[in-house]
């Protein structure tokens, strides 16, 4: 291959090496096995089996459960806080604008496999729902054909969730490079997690009104129909007609067009011909800081995989409370 090719592989994993070189503090409190030996030697099975029986009732399992994750490790940490329920002396993580769009499934795929864990002899209240959250993450990853990889456990509960610690703590549609960036970087998650992480989109669905300004008042512009000029004209055409204007804003759209339901590094192909549903989204592509990230992976599925491992790793790490920071709630809902 030509030079411009060795420069982008050599940059993409001088970064990636950050994860073996740097690791974070909590790495050494997470461990493989964790439950292994006294607590719950098949909790990773039983968690497993308890998934895949959600995943064959429904896809949204996949997409609704690896959102729930993300939305969770980046306000509090990977506690389980957005799994709390609100009380009248309590408006929780849950109930804040930006996560009522959470599907209900990852929810009750977090639940049942509690459930399941707790059915079993010895097991009753000794693995913890932010342990189970990042299981089913990885879980329903394979179960959409992406990567298989083992999760360092030992995580406990948060003992706080508040609606108000969600504000800008969570990257929105319209944001640029330098912004996801900053909000990465602030969790300990470099430029090459954030680009892996952000193909968590080859999968899943949004909303029209998410995007609706790319497509008909690109940066506010007052003229009839102006579009953002980075998406692929087709990619327009197809979008307008899903999404006419006034359209019910319930309307699901798939976030990749080609493969929705297949975890791939089609995200990336996508990218390269313009069909990034969000600004977040192609912005990888447009800005000359992260296209190289976007080349490679589109070029190269194992290396996306293997990235996409070390970011869900190091996504892991992020807040996790240990000791008197947290417990192990009875109920992942519910404070105990």
């Known amino acids: 291959m030509g030079r411009g090719f060795d420069v982008r592989v050599v940059v993409v994993w001088a970064l990636l090496l950050n994860l073996y070189l740097f690791p974070s503090k909590a790495s050494a409190s997470l461990r493989l096995n964790h439950y292994s030996n006294t607590t719950c030697p098949n909790v990773e099975k039983i968690v497993r089996d308890a998934v895949t029986k959600k995943f064959n009732q429904t896809f949204v399992t996949v997409p609704a459960t ?16 957005v799994m709390i329920a609100s009380t009248a002396n309590n408006k929780a993580e849950k109930d804040n604008p930006i996560n009522l769009s959470l599907a209900g499934d990852g929810f009750d795929t977090v639940i049942k496999a509690k459930a399941a864990v707790d059915a079993t002899p010895g097991c009753r209240n000794k693995v913890s729902c932010a342990d189970i959250l990042a299981m089913a993450a990885r879980d329903v990853v394979a179960l959409a054909g992406g990567p298989s990889y083992r999760v360092r456990l030992g995580r406990l509960d948060g003992l706080s969730s508040t609606s108000s610690s969600v504000d800008g703590n969570l990257p929105l549609p319209s944001f640029k490079l330098d912004q996801l960036t900053s909000m990465f970087a602030s969790r300990g998650l470099d430029l090459g997690d954030m680009i892996a992480l952000s193909a968590a989109h080859t999968i899943g ?8 300004n790319r497509i008909y008042n690109y940066s ?4 009839l129909g102006v579009v ?3 998406i692929n004209t087709e990619y327009v055409k197809k979008l307008r007609s899903m999404c006419p204007k006034n359209v019910d804003p319930r309307i699901a759209i798939d976030m990749d067009p080609t493969t929705p339901q297949v975890f791939d590094n089609m995200y990336y192909k996508n990218l390269q011909q313009g069909k990034g549903l969000f600004t977040s989204d192609q912005v990888l592509y447009t800005d000359s800081r992260s296209k190289p990230f976007v080349e490679f992976w589109a070029s190269n599925s194992l290396a996306f995989e293997r990235a996409f491992i070390n970011a869900m790793t190091r996504l892991g790490r992020v807040g996790v409370k240990m000791g008197s920071q947290g417990n192990i709630r009875r109920d992942c809902s519910v404070f105990n």
């Open 66 to 81: 690896l959102r729930l994750f993300f939305h969770d490790c980046f306000v509090q940490g990977c506690d389980a806080s």
């Open 205 to 212: 669905f949004s909303h029209c009104n998410q995007f609706a």
């Open 228 to 230: 953002d000029p980075t």
């Open 220 to 223: 506010g512009n007052t003229l």
